[in-house]
């Protein structure tokens, strides 16, 4: 049962979402309803704060994929616009979604349609900054490989140069990824308990220059709308945000509730009443069988 995973997608706000294949709602199966997070829950305020016309930390310094120490400046030069991603390997579920998405739609904008073709490494670039300031090398590379190998193999190469993955300039340090994170709008945030961390799914569009034109939300990626943004994109133009924004944690509603361990310690209540009560009976029938003048009939 997926009660406790919280799978968000969010509209305009944040709804309790139902998991029911079958199509009932929560009247007819109230015991799978996904329960909302409290007020207090830390992920609450993951989301993204749209910033049309900011422009990304050109000097914020990270390793890419070889290891080679770069700046965001390095990875953005020439005239390519850009799609900016955030996500980190070992995350659960929405990386991989949004990736597999991402790369479902990359064979397609690439057809040539009305005499115009959108090729990764050619008309546009695809910068990931993974979210794991801890991530290795090999783990970076591996997750790179994969979400290529998803590609026709005659693309594969092309993906290669024009896709780059960043990750923490020295193992621990996050402060140039929340320098980017914060130049765009996208906030994320740790959960300790559950060694994850907790983000929205974004694909942000950069012009040559490195500000932000669009926010386009979701997993799934429509060709047309894909490649109106690389053009805005390539022309620093401007557009709305487009799409469901997703938003992916896991949260226990029983994790931080103390209702078990209210429960628990009325047992345990409970059961040294039974315990003092049969000691006390014990007792008075000991005293009334020792009791001098006492005969046994």
């Given at each position: 049962?997926?009660?406790?995973?919280?799978?968000?997608?969010?509209?305009?706000a944040?709804?309790?979402?139902?998991?029911?294949?079958?199509?009932?709602?929560?009247?007819?199966?109230?015991?799978e309803?996904?329960?909302?997070?409290?007020?207090?829950?830390?992920?609450?305020?993951?989301?993204?704060k749209?910033?049309?016309?900011?422009?990304?930390?050109l000097?914020?310094?990270?390793r890419?994929?070889?290891?080679?120490?770069?700046?965001?400046?390095?990875?953005?030069?020439?005239?390519?616009?850009?799609i900016?991603t955030?996500?980190?390997?070992?995350?659960?579920?929405?990386?991989?979604?949004?990736?597999n998405?991402?790369?479902?739609?990359?064979?397609?904008?690439?057809?040539?349609?009305?005499?115009?073709?959108?090729k990764?490494?050619?008309?546009?670039?695809?910068?990931?900054?993974?979210?794991?300031?801890?991530?290795?090398?090999?783990?970076?590379?591996?997750?790179?490989?994969r979400?290529?190998?998803?590609?026709?193999?005659?693309?594969?190469?092309a993906?290669r140069?024009?896709?780059?993955?960043?990750?923490?300039?020295?193992?621990?340090?996050a402060?140039?990824?929340?320098?980017?994170?914060?130049?765009?709008?996208?906030?994320?945030?740790y959960?300790?308990?559950?060694?994850?961390?907790?983000?929205?799914?974004?694909?942000?569009?950069?012009?040559?220059?490195?500000?932000?034109?669009?926010?386009?939300?979701?997993?799934?990626?429509?060709?047309?709308?894909?490649?109106?943004?690389?053009?805005?994109?390539?022309?620093?133009?401007?557009?709305?945000a487009?799409?469901?924004?997703?938003?992916?944690?896991?949260?226990d509603?029983?994790?931080?509730?103390?209702s078990?361990?209210?429960?628990?310690?009325?047992?345990?209540?409970?059961?040294?009443?039974?315990?003092?009560?049969?000691?006390?009976?014990?007792?008075?029938?000991?005293?009334?069988?020792?009791?001098?003048?006492?005969?046994?009939?």
């Amino acid at each position: 049962m997926i009660r406790n995973a919280l799978f968000v997608i969010v509209a305009l706000a944040t709804q309790p979402v139902l998991a029911h294949p079958d199509g009932e709602t929560a009247h007819t199966r109230p015991d799978e309803q996904i329960v909302a997070p409290p007020p207090t829950y830390k992920a609450n305020n993951v989301n993204v704060k749209e910033k049309l016309g900011a422009r990304v930390p050109l000097d914020a310094r990270f390793r890419d994929q070889s290891g080679r120490i770069v700046t965001l400046g390095q990875v953005l030069a020439g005239e390519l616009p850009t799609i900016l991603t955030f996500n980190y390997s070992d995350c659960p579920m929405l990386c991989n979604l949004q990736l597999n998405g991402l790369t479902a739609a990359l064979p397609a904008i690439a057809e040539r349609r009305d005499n115009l073709a959108f090729k990764i490494g050619t008309q546009f670039r695809i910068v990931t900054i993974d979210l794991e300031p801890k991530e290795s090398l090999v783990k970076l590379v591996a997750m790179r490989e994969r979400y290529v190998q998803r590609l026709p193999e005659a693309d594969r190469d092309a993906a290669r140069r024009g896709w780059t993955f960043l990750v923490a300039e020295h193992p621990g340090d996050a402060s140039g990824i929340k320098r980017v994170a914060d130049a765009v709008g996208f906030s994320y945030t740790y959960i300790p308990e559950r060694a994850e961390w907790a983000h929205p799914a974004a694909l942000i569009f950069l012009s040559a220059k490195g500000t932000v034109t669009r926010y386009v939300f979701g997993i799934e990626f429509e060709p047309q709308i894909m490649r109106e943004s690389i053009i805005k994109a390539g022309v620093s133009e401007p557009a709305t945000a487009i799409g469901f924004m997703n938003r992916c944690y896991h949260f226990d509603p029983d994790a931080n509730n103390h209702s078990r361990a209210g429960v628990m310690a009325l047992r345990i209540g409970a059961a040294g009443f039974v315990v003092l009560l049969l000691s006390g009976l014990g007792l008075v029938h000991l005293l009334r069988r020792t009791r001098p003048g006492v005969t046994r009939s």
